[in-house]
Each structure stands twice: as structure tokens, then as C-alpha cells.
């Protein structure tokens, strides 16, 4: 578990120190130029981060600052196998440190030093470097491993998916266990370099830029390298290898975009394209209200039909399973995964019982693309949202604001959560809550939030207190009486044309 530094342990440690210093009771005090420093022995570092939900994710004891993660991928066996790099620095003395992985491991070097290793719990691999590592070290991790992803299962699961043409990488909270060793808590964000080698005529898409074209090797084989050079959460770095046919463009500002389809969905492919295909659209209306895109490309991928069943909001490059155009095109999950990008990529949450940050604001966000579209204003979107939940649901015993670590994906983490962001906008008006939103990003931008920050910024923006107002949306069981905070909804509200296509992607979202 993480220690808090409080004043009692403050005290705890000075008492103790000072006794060791003063020497046991009826012995004189050391003499000579100067009393001897006493030092507390290397610690391992913590095998967590002392998250609410998920304890045991993430580990203490140093910071990532870069991930080189090369590796080689046969999707005829889904073989992988690979070098991580990790460049870190030490926040503590350590004897020994964790990293969340799951594959087998060959070797671990620290610092070129061999490394002893074992395993504990689900995810734990226990680095034992031969040499005592000081704070503020620098530290060269290199971990050389293999695997079969799809075979390596946590409670007969797995965060790899595999497919008929090769596998994606793609899921969350949790995704790096299963390809590249990591220290995989949003808190701990770093940049990557990503290099896969796949049989010729099988492609690779992942996160940022491609710093050069695909490279021939030998035995038929290609290199792909990706490269993001923002600071990023282990879970929304992914992978998708396979056959995918892959559009490039460039934005007005000259950012370049990358798109890619799957080249099984067959006739859905016309609908994902005239989707994803808007996404430099939507990203450039988005800009307009959340402030500057904080990341160095942008895109998506629709994944094949055999891949996953949801969207996930992959750094740079949104991932979408082919559910989403089953019924035509759907730009509203394309405004949804990439208002991620602000909420939940660039500001991720510190913990993730704050999972509202990322999921109501990104639903709020499709309400306000209806608006743009002139399909249904958010009001009018709220009004039939409210009325077709009933007040004896289950719906409304679900708390957006801390609602368990089973449900962090649960429909009124979405919907609810929206409500609450138009609750908020009604309190106080359009202009204070559209410069609230961009404060926020601003803030916060490649960082971590809370429900508590987003709320003092809001107050301190706004003027207002605002405490009841989240206390009722996203604390209390029951559904609100909106009589009392806006306008109340009709007894049956006209359901607004966006609805059904918000819906649909909701079904899908709350996986």
C-alpha cells in the first residue's frame, strides 16, 4: 500500500529518529565532529499504487518517463515475443521493484546488471536488481520475454484479443499485462516507441506517428514503428495487427491523421468510413469548446469482425468493434472516443473511482454534438434521457461518483453522468460552464484529476456553490427531482433524433 505523509507519521519518524540519535537510555550521546546520519535500509517499492478500486495496479517506487517496446508477432500462432525498454527514475531507495506483467520472462538487466526475478499475486513480476538503487537514480530496464497472449488468462480471462488475421491490443483499465511490462496506473504516464515485426502484407497500427515508413527484413518479414511523443497512460497504448487497409491525410494545421478499416467488415466498411472519416471534423469542433488538441495526431481504427465488441478511446487513435455500424454510421461514438482525448486521455483520473471524469463527460459530449447537428438539443436529449429511466430503476442506485470497482462501466456512469454535466451548465449558465471545460483540460492537461478538483474549479469559475448540486448527481442513490435545480421534463418528452444512434453506442460502451 502507498503511505500518505501526514503530520502523525511525521512525528512517528522524528520520535524515532531522535532516539536512535541520542543513544540508549543511561548512554552519553556519540561524540566527536558530528552525531553519525542515520539512513533507513532500501525498501521494495510498493506492488501498487493504492488505488480505491484497484490496489494492487501500478507499483511504487519509481516513475516511467519513456517505453521502447520491440517486439515480434506471428498471428498464425499468436506467438509474441520481444525487448522493453523502460527508462525510469527511482522516487525511493529500492532493493527491489515490481512491474505489472503477465508473459513468461527470459532476462531482466538493470542498468546492465542481471536481475533475479519471481512473480506474487495475478500481475506482479519482483525485480531484484544486483545493485541497491538510490532515489533519484536513473534506471535502464530492459525485459526480454514470450508468450501467447490469448492463452495467458487472469480469471479465465484475457485482455488480448485474437483474431482471424492477427489481434488487438485494446481494453481497459488494464491492457499492458498482456504485451509489454509496465507500471500500469493512469498515474504513471510515459512516452512510447513501438516497434512490431509481422509477416510481410500483415499491417500495424498503434498510437502517434510513424517516424519512418514500414521496413522490409529478412524471411519475409516488415517493421512497423509508431512513436507518441505525449505523455501516456499504459492502458491506452494498443496495438492492432492484421489486414487493414489504411487512409493517411493531413489536417488544415498539417496534423497528420491516420485511419484504418478492416478489410473483413464487407459491407459494414462503407459505414465505418463515413464515420471514422469525420473524425478531423469532430476533433476541430471539439477543439472550439474543450480548448487546443493536447496530442500530435489523431485518427481511428475499425476493428474486424472477429475483434472487440465496444470502443476504446486509445491515445491519438480511437478503436472502434464493428457494432458500432451495424445500423449505418455513427458519428456519435466518433465524438465520444475522441472527447476522450481531453477527458480521460490527456486528463486522466487519479484514481478510478473518478472514472466520471472520462465516461460523463464524453457522453455530454455526443449531447452536444446532437445539438450541432441540429438533432436534439442537450436539453431536449436530458429531458428524454431523465424520462426513460423510472425512479424505482436500478439505474439511479448506481452513484456516477463512486460507483464500485465492478461498475465503473455502468450505464449511469454514462448517462447520469451527462446529466449531471447539464445540471451543471443550467447552475450556472453557459458562459461560466463553457470556460470551465477548457479550464479544466488547461489545468490538468497531460496529468490527473478528481471529482473534487473538477468541482472547485467549477465553483471557483462559476462563483457558486456547487456542493449540493454534486452531492445529489453523483453521491446519492434515488433519482434527483429536477423540479428543484431546472426545468422539468414534460410527462412524455418527444425523443430526439440523435437518441437512438446515442443509445445504440451506449449499449455497446458500457461493456
Known amino acids: ?71 515480434r508477432y506471428d498471428p498464425a500462432t499468436d506467438q509474441l515475443s520481444g525487448t522493453a525498454t523502460i527508462l525510469a527514475t527511482a522516487t525511493q531507495d529500492l532493493s527491489a521493484f515490481n512491474l505489472d506483467f503477465l508473459l513468461d520472462v527470459e532476462s531482466v538487466r538493470v542498468n546492465g546488471w542481471a536481475a533475479n526475478t519471481s512473480t506474487t499475486g495475478v500481475h506482479e513480476l519482483v525485480v531484484t536488481p544486483a545493485r541497491t538503487i538510490t532515489r533519484g537514480q536513473q534506471l535502464t530496464i530492459v525485459v526480454r520475454y514470450a508468450g501467447i497472449p490469448s492463452e495467458t488468462l487472469v480469471g479465465g480471462y484475457t485482455g488480448w484479443t485474437r483474431t482471424d488475421d492477427g489481434a488487438l491490443a485494446v481494453n481497459e483499465p488494464e491492457a499492458a499485462w498482456w504485451w509489454f511490462p509496465s507500471n500500469d496506473h493512469p498515474l504513471d504516464k510515459a512516452t512510447f516507441d513501438i516497434s512490431v515485426s509481422v509477416p510481410t502484407g500483415v499491417e500495424v497500427i498503434s498510437n502517434g506517428v510513424q517516424p519512418r515508413p514500414p521496413a522490409a527484413e529478412a524471411g519475409n518479414r516488415t517493421r512497423w514503428i509508431w512513436r507518441t511523443t505525449s505523455p501516456t497512460a499504459p492502458y491506452l497504448a494498443f496495438m492492432a495487427i492484421g489486414q487493414y487497409d ?88 466518433v465524438a465520444h472516443e475522441n472527447a476522450h482525448q481531453w477527458f480521460g486521455d490527456s486528463v486522466s483520473v487519479a484514481e478510478w473511482r473518478n472514472i466520471w471524469l472520462n465516461e ?38 448506481v452513484l456516477p461518483g463512486d460507483p464500485g470497482a465492478a461498475r465503473i462501466f455502468d450505464d449511469a456512469v454514462y448517462d447520469r453522468g451527462a446529466m449531471t454535466l447539464h445540471q451543471l451548465r443550467l447552475a450556472v449558465g453557459d458562459d461560466a460552464f463553457f470556460e470551465i471545460l477548457p479550464a479544466w483540460t488547461a489545468e490538468h492537461r497531460h496529468g490527473n484529476g478528481t471529482i473534487e478538483q ?24 434515488g433519482r434527483p427531482d429536477v423540479a428543484s435545480t431546472a426545468r422539468k421534463a414534460t410527462a412524455a418528452p418527444t425523443e430526439p433524433k440523435s437518441w437512438a444512434k446515442i443509445r445504440e453506442s451506449h449499449e455497446l460502451l458500457s461493456h
Open 1 to 71: 500500500m502507498r503511505r500518505m505523509f501526514t503530520a502523525a507519521t511525521a512525528a512517528l519518524t522524528l520520535t524515532t529518529a531522535g532516539t536512535l540519535l541520542a543513544g540508549a537510555p543511561g548512554q552519553a550521546a556519540p561524540t566527536g565532529w558530528g552525531r553519525p546520519v542515520v539512513t533507513a535500509a532500501p525498501q521494495p517499492g510498493a506492488a501498487g499504487l493504492g488505488d480505491t478500486y484497484f490496489p494492487d495496479y501500478g507499483n511504487g517506487g519509481y516513475d516511467v518517463g519513456h517505453y521502447d517496446v520491440r517486439l
Open 454 to 477: 473538477f468541482q472547485a474549479l467549477a465553483e471557483r469559475i462559476s462563483g457558486l456553490d456547487l456542493d449540493d448540486l454534486f452531492t445529489t448527481w453523483l453521491f446519492t442513490a
Open 360 to 397: 460523463g463527460f464524453a457522453s455530454y459530449a455526443e449531447w452536444l454534438w446532437s445539438e450541432e447537428q441540429g438533432e436534439g438539443t442537450a436539453q431536449e436529449v436530458f429531458d428524454f434521457a431523465y424520462a426513460s429511466y423510472p425512479a424505482d430503476s436500478e439505474f439511479w442506485q
Open 246 to 333: 489504411i487512409v493517411t491525410d493531413t489536417t488544415p494545421s498539417g496534423q497528420p491523421v491516420v485511419n484504418a478499416y478492416s478489410t473483413s467488415l464487407g459491407a459494414l466498411g462503407p459505414a465505418a468510413r463515413a464515420s471514422i472519416e469525420r473524425t478531423a471534423e469532430i476533433v476541430d469542433w471539439q477543439s472550439g469548446i474543450f480548448g487546443p488538441y493536447p496530442f500530435e495526431a489523431q485518427g481511428g481504427v475499425a476493428g474486424p469482425l472477429d475483434g472487440i465488441g465496444f470502443a476504446l478511446e486509445t491515445q491519438t487513435r480511437p478503436v472502434y468493434g464493428p457494432g458500432f455500424w451495424r445500423r449505418g454510421a455513427n458519428t456519435y461514438v
